[in-house]
């Protein structure tokens, strides 16, 4: 027997539509954004926020010079400020502000009460004057409904390390991870800064060196306590046990992570400096190896494996990989798949192949207030897409109630990532 819509069971009361219901759910569910470029208040200057930063971002950046014949020097050879001009004036005034980054500073602005169509930066400048850092971190974790956020944390970055050799006392909103990519990316390379910050290693992988390794590695995560170890890889990364990123990756880092129940987070597919010229806008992308991602995670079964990919050719792929090994978790639509076309488009293939064991989305926020758009705009999609499976499933017969809507959020908005992180690898 067909099941009948509920209306045409009951006329006398109409059933709340899925989509309220999710957006109330959401409202009652604080999210872990689980990889940002923010940083704790107490390091000061790395935190970056206000209009002029937002204006500045790199991915506007890149827009706007799609509109400007002025060479790329001369751009970025002008103060922070009148490069915040040139954008807005560019891609806000002279056109409409249509693409996801420039919506996404109009959603923040009109949510923290700005009256953004009087079109006055002038006056956005003043209001941003005004604030303290303090009260924008809550206002701001208030609007995007975040308990908290996992910051990016470099042992290579100078300015970042002097900060913690200082100390400070953490803002416990603000969680960290320990970025290593010129380790894996380009270890030779890296030999005489870590040689500098007092580590006996050399280039090639000897049993001082990975010892060494290791204690810098323990002496980091002693230090930050990161939820896990990160790496953004070029798409030309392969399982190759021939080369010496392979043999770091498996004798120093996968070790660390097994010994500190860690999850390794591998950021797939970018290319970086295609265009050099841009500097941090210069980035771009390629399809990766998924079957060095399975090769990974079935070799080291007892590492866990946070992936997150570049291309939007290796989604599906990524999907498969996960339903193979449960020692793989995927997460976020990453920075060009952070628009909505292909949020839906991602998010549905992972609910329809992961159901919710995964993580739908991290921010990349690098400027405090995009975590106000960047969540906003995710929780529009996820009302349409998960709210498009509650119907479908509710028209198969299956009810679906608002604990459960409660409960399914609280697993995707950072639930499933903790209980990933605090679980040993079952994948045996
Ligand atoms: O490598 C990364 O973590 C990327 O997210 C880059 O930081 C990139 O510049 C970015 O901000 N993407 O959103
Ligand atoms: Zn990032």
Redesign the pocket.
Known sequence: MKRQPAAEENTDFEPIPVETRLGNALSQTPLLDI?T?LYDPAMGKMLLWGIDDLLVY?YLVSEVFRYLPVPYEDFFALDKEQQADFIWNELFIQHSPISESCRGVITTLNMLGLDVNKRDLKNIRKWFSKRTVEEHVNDVFELGNLRGVVM?NSPFDREEIQIWKRGFKRDSRFLAALRVDPLLINYKDTVPFLREQGYDVRPELDETTRSELRRFLSEWADKIDPLYLMV?LPPEFTYNVETSRHRLLTKVVLPFCRERKMPFAM?CG?TRAVNPSLQ?AG?SMGRSSIESVENLCRTFPENKFLVTVLSRENQHHLCVAARKFRNLHPFGC??FNNIPTLIDEITNLRFELLGLSFTPQHS?A?VLDQLVYKWTHFKESLILTLGEKYSALEASGWEISDKDIQRDLKGLLGGEFETFCREESQNK
Do not use: A, F, Y
């Open positions: 990889h470029h790199h990016t953004s950021m970018v941090l980035d990453w920075w990349d690098r």
